[in-house]
């Protein structure tokens, strides 16, 4: 056996280590490392509760709306509040269009310039992945910019500013849109919808987001040439490199559901998907809790509901190898992200993909992909919904005393903020990110994490010091740490 340590990874929201021990050209186990400590939970203690709308979305610059969207709606269950429908829809907009940037991120940035390097030179697809795809110079990287770009002023309308947008609040938007911003939005929506269609899919969205099994998918893939739009190029490399046998999951799946309308009713549904009983379960939150065994974090009252959570360093702490807790659902490991917000909702694509495959590099990247499908034509949508003459926010008063939850989907997967209010001030917070549960170490039982135990198998070629598998693994999780150690 042999231990292999790869990090810093470049291309990663934050620092990430992982360290390996590699048996006969395979991954035997490993331990994933956050490497900084940031202290959110305990700046926000005695500041006044509403002061946490201003602290959380500095926690990460990518995915700073999510942060808000949680605070104001665990403040919101503090003080027993609702938004009007033009408040819940402008949440909806402002944290739609950031997980949307955050996708395609994710795959023009982050997951796709991996397949331009020189270990994939002899392939067939490899001269296309290199023009389109290699890091800041592919040409479809850059169009992805100046289109991400663009699909950011979306926020810059609705909320002033991103990142750190202020405007979210517990009792809706504290912005209102005119008659002319909403046209001008709906414009930068269709253009983001027609960068979408030309380069990425080279189809219509409701052609991507219709389909409904792998068959299906391989008869598109089928009807013009393999690299015809950018998911045409990925299908036809992942298949031929089997990334639908690469970095299973753990056969659990949670989804906090997203998107909830004016009715209630959520675009994207909240449960957990069972793989192992093929159906969907409701999820309870009371059953959360978070083991700092192996964080270098206090953890003598073992594992606690974030209601109950202590984030308190200690550093000296033997057996600790990272900053970050081992959330758990009733004791078990779970992933989230695209792919399980798709599993529970019953997407029919990617339920047929899991059902062959499971959770693998390939359905995760491609639950990603058909978001964007199917979320922009909602866009367009809740922007129609609008009621100009109606209001954006509605004002309720914050008890001295009070405990609230705000749940939310960040691209990544599951957030929750757990807040309580104790004489007007913050007593308690604490964050789970999408990232500390699928990034989470080992647990008391000594169970690893979704990551830990997705790399095991992955293969280690001879002098390899970041093994291209290991990439691929730990990207198709798109990790973001500094959420994760907030």
């Not at 982050?110 to 392939?123: I, L």
């Not at 900053?323 to 992200?337: I, Y």
Request: glycine share 8%; aromatic share 8%.
């Amino acid at each position: 056996m042999s231990r292999l340590i790869v990090g810093p990874f470049n291309r990663v929201e934050g620092d990430l280590e992982v360290r390996l021990e590699v048996t006969d050209g395979r991954v035997e186990s490993a331990h994933v490392n956050a490497t900084m400590y940031r202290g959110f939970e305990q700046i926000l203690q005695q500041k006044p509760a509403h002061d946490a709308l201003v602290y959380v979305p500095r926690i990460c610059g990518i995915c700073s709306v999510s942060q808000s969207v949680a605070a104001a709606r665990a403040l919101a269950d503090a003080m027993d509040a609702a938004p009007p429908p033009n408040g819940q829809l402008v949440t909806n907009l402002m944290l739609a269009t950031e997980n949307l940037a955050d996708h395609l991120t994710h795959f023009y940035l982050f997951f796709m310039p991996d397949f331009a390097r020189a270990y994939y030179a002899q392939q067939a697809w490899h001269g296309a992945v290199v023009e389109r795809f290699t890091a800041m110079q592919g040409r479809h990287a850059r169009l992805a910019l100046a289109a991400r770009q663009r699909w950011f002023m979306l926020l810059g309308t609705l909320g002033g500013k991103w990142p750190h947008t202020q405007s979210i609040q517990p009792g809706g938007s504290s912005r209102a849109v005119d008659a002319s911003e909403r046209l001008r939005l709906l414009a930068l929506v269709r253009e983001f919808r027609a960068f979408l269609e030309q380069t990425l899919f080279g189809a219509p969205l409701e052609a991507i987001g219709g389909l409904d099994s792998e068959a299906a998918l391989r008869a598109w893939h089928a009807t013009a040439a393999p690299d015809k739009g950018d998911l045409r190029l990925f299908l036809t490399l992942a298949w031929q490199q089997q990334l639908d046998r690469m970095g299973p999951g753990p056969g659990l799946y949670m989804s906090n559901g997203s998107y909830p309308d004016v009715d209630g009713k959520t675009l994207f549904a909240r449960g957990l998907w069972n793989a192992s009983a093929d159906a969907v379960q409701p999820l309870d939150p009371a059953a959360i809790s978070e083991d700092a065994t192996h964080a270098w974090l206090f953890d003598a009252s073992g594992a606690l509901h974030p209601a109950k959570g202590v984030t308190l360093p200690d550093i000296d702490k033997l057996d600790a190898y990272t900053w970050n807790k081992a959330p758990r659902l009733g004791g078990r490991v779970l992933e989230t992200g695209a792919l399980a917000r798709q599993l529970v909702h019953g997407h029919p694509l990617i339920r047929d993909a899991a059902q062959r495959c499971g959770g693998t590099v390939y359905t995760r990247v491609l639950a990603r992909l058909l978001e964007l499908a199917l979320v922009v034509p909602a866009m367009e949508q809740w922007l129609k919904d609008l009621r100009l003459d109606q209001p954006w926010f509605a004002d309720a008063p914050l008890p001295l005393d009070a405990d609230g939850v705000g749940l939310t989907e960040a691209a990544r997967g599951s957030l929750g903020h757990w807040v309580s209010i104790r004489n007007g001030k913050i007593a308690n917070y604490q964050i789970i990110a999408p990232t500390s549960w699928n990034f989470s170490p080992r647990d008391a039982s000594g169970v690893p994490g979704a990551l830990e135990a997705a790399l095991v198998g992955a293969q280690v070629q001879e002098g390899e010091e970041t093994p291209v598998a290991v990439q691929h693994i730990v990207r198709s999780f798109d990790p973001c740490m500094v959420c994760t150690v907030h």
